[in-house]
């Protein structure tokens, strides 16, 4: 009896995976085989960075070349702003410390508390955009509600805040030049959300990486024909021209992504299109 069972589990999955045409269960096999990898202690923490990292290099490349060549200048934000390596290097060194002194405990922590568990079956495709869009905008409302309170209580500011708006022209390596608590706290909201909507391993993943995308893309200044803002219609989402304002400005545009909470707090400004 339990082996026709087990047949019959065994030629359903079978069945589903050859029928289901919007199924992601082929990668997230090629995924699992790394199991041993994806259940290490050490995986978050080298997802984290390597990914951070990964995402930041396109836009150093740019501000080096933004220097020399005018086709890339003119989708900077602010032209006449360019970072140097003198700026780079404490963000980067910054990032490394926390890294290792700060995210790994937390990371492992995590780890023990909630040992990572792999299923057979992937999340179909739409299940999976659909709870990466939800995690995404309960991070914003979040993080609108953190930034909003730490810009208009004067000790949180100067506390926890002030560090991250060192630079009034933002590149990219500035996303995470922050203080500890800024870091943990905007961590922690990135982190539950998967686990209150209770995600798929492999929905959690795209969703970091999407949010840390997004992170660094605001933090870039630049403003590309394929950024994100410009991709989503109805300005509905700030982007990169968003976020360089608020760094400019300090009293607008609290949320990192989409504009609808600043819009009903009455806290949005917008800046001048790249054309």
């Known amino acids: ?48 960075f390597t ?47 926390h890294h290792i002194v700060f995210i790994f405990p937390v990371t492992v922590a995590h780890w023990y508390w909630r040992p990572v568990d792999l299923p057979v079956m992937a999340p179909e495709l739409l299940r999976l955009l659909l709870d990466v869009t939800v995690c995404l905008l309960l991070f914003d409302f979040q993080y609108f509600l953190w930034h909003l309170l730490h810009h208009k209580v004067p000790w949180l500011y100067k506390t926890f805040h002030k560090v991250h708006h060192k630079h ?16 943990l706290s905007l ?12 995600c798929h391993p492999l929905t959690e993943m795209i969703f970091f990486l999407v949010n840390i995308w997004l992170s660094v893309e605001d933090h870039s200044g630049y403003e590309l024909p394929w950024s994100t803002n410009r991709l989503m219609p109805f300005g509905l989402y700030g982007g990169a021209p968003h976020h360089d304002l608020h760094h400019l400005k300090f009293k607008c545009n609290y949320a990192p992504y989409f504009t609808h909470w600043d819009r009903l707090f009455g806290t949005l400004a917008h800046a001048r299109s790249q054309q």
């Open 187 to 198: 961590g922690f909201f990135a982190a539950i959300n998967p686990v209150l909507l209770k």
């Open 1 to 48: 009896m339990n082996c026709s069972l087990h047949h019959r589990v065994l030629l359903s999955y079978g069945m589903e995976k050859r029928l289901d045409p919007v199924t992601l269960q082929l990668f997230w096999d090629f995924v699992k085989a790394k199991e041993q990898l994806l259940q290490s202690p050490y995986f978050p923490v080298l997802f984290s």
């Open 51 to 97: 990914a951070y990292l990964t995402f930041c290099l396109p836009y150093i490349a740019l501000d080096f070349l933004s220097t020399k060549v005018p086709a890339v200048r003119k989708y900077k934000i602010q032209p006449l702003s360019y970072p140097t390596l003198g700026m780079m290097v404490p963000c980067m060194v910054q990032c490394v410390y």
């Open 168 to 183: 009034v022209s933002t590149f990219a390596l500035t996303t995470q030049y922050s203080s500890v608590w800024e870091l």
